[in-house]
């Protein structure tokens, strides 16, 4: 099944996603793909994508920080 990036972010609030992708636009970005971990937890998503050998896309579904703010992930 083939979804909208965006349609996949707003499934899965708040958590990392890895996703196969199936279609870029004209700038080569994702648009479309199939959804294959979603996880709180990063490490399970990169330890996943060392796997696989598809052109896939790695993202946080959480907010962006604003200006001025940092933050910082214990592993």
């Not at 196969?20 to 648009?31: N, Q």
């Not at 598809?54 to 992930?73: C, E, M």
């Amino acid at each position: 099944m083939q979804d909208k990036i965006e349609d996949i972010m707003k499934e899965y609030k708040d958590e990392w996603l890895l996703i196969k992708v199936l279609k870029t636009d004209e700038l080569d970005r994702p648009r479309e793909g199939k959804l294959i971990l979603h996880s709180k937890n990063r490490d399970e998503i990169y330890e996943k994508q060392r796997k696989l050998k598809d052109d896939l896309y790695i993202t946080y579904s959480g907010k962006i920080p604003k200006k001025g703010y940092a933050v910082a992930f214990n592993g």
